[in-house]
Antibody, heavy 116, light 106 residues
Framework: EVQLLESGGALVQPGGSLRLSCAGS????????MTWVRQAPGKGLEWVSA????????YYGDSVKGRFTISRDNSKNTLFLQMNSLRAEDTAVYYC?????????WGQGTLVTVSS | LVMTQSPATLSVSPGERATLSCRAS??????LAWYQQKPGQAPRLLIY???TRATGIPARFSGSGSGTEFTLTISSLQSEDFAVFYC?????????FGQGTKVEFK
């Protein structure tokens, strides 16, 4: 069974940084592209970032480009999202998902709140 | 690339057919997925490649279309189907979602 477990969400001040993690199990992690999707409170889904299985290629949504960095450690079956220069509009539940095309399996999400 | 879903809300009675639309601002070929999200839950994949049902998805869910116009049809709504549905294109970077269609009880 595919399982994805996000962690690292927290309350952070505007301008601050945060690193999210996503631990995967039940599938061949290193062979799968991975994706981050977020959802602001009461809003729809927003695609954030994706990375290929090897980690060599990364992609970002326009609203996070230059501030967020996606990476992975295939030896630990873990996906990361480093978030810098956080803004109030980054407040959301962040989901990781398998694949870099459509999102096949989803984690339960981790809440990031950006507020002073 | 903007994905536009219609209607924003669809009021349907159990047993009725529901038809949801998704339009892309430029062609996405057949690289279109649909997701269902219930309150307090993560989204789940329903359909990918426009018309292929994900594992475990009932046959009452079907997808069609190509290019810029896509449709999700629920042939006979069950009580557990009331939720918000999103389309997503994966033909272009960055990937983009539609704003969602809420299917509610009539």
């Amino acid at each position: 069974e595919v399982q994805l477990l996000e962690s690292g969400g927290a309350l952070v001040q505007p301008g601050g940084s945060l690193r999210l993690s996503c631990a995967g199990s039940g599938f061949n992690f290193g062979s799968n592209g991975m994706t981050w999707v977020r959802q602001a409170p009461g809003k729809g889904l927003e695609w954030v970032s994706a990375i290929t299985g090897s980690g060599h290629r990364t992609y970002y949504g326009d609203s996070v480009k230059g501030r967020f960095t996606i990476s992975r450690d295939n030896s630990k079956n873990t996906l990361f999202l480093q978030m810098n220069s956080l803004r109030a509009e980054d407040t959301a539940v962040y989901y990781c998902a398998t694949r870099s095309t459509f999102a096949g399996h989803w984690g339960q999400g981790t809440l990031v709140t950006v507020s002073s | 690339l903007v994905m536009t879903q219609s209607p924003a809300t669809l009021s349907v009675s159990p047993g009725e057919r529901a038809t949801l639309s998704c339009r892309a601002s430029q062609s996405v070929s057949s690289d279109l997925a649909w997701y269902q999200q219930k309150p307090g839950q993560a989204p789940r994949l329903l359909i990918y490649d426009t018309s292929t049902r994900a594992t475990g998805i009932p046959a009452r869910f079907s997808g069609s279309g190509s290019g810029t116009e896509f449709t999700l049809t629920i042939s006979s709504l069950q009580s557990e189907d009331f939720a918000v549905f999103y389309c997503q294109q994966y033909n272009h970077w960055p990937r983009t979602f539609g704003q969602g269609t809420k299917v509610e009880f009539k």
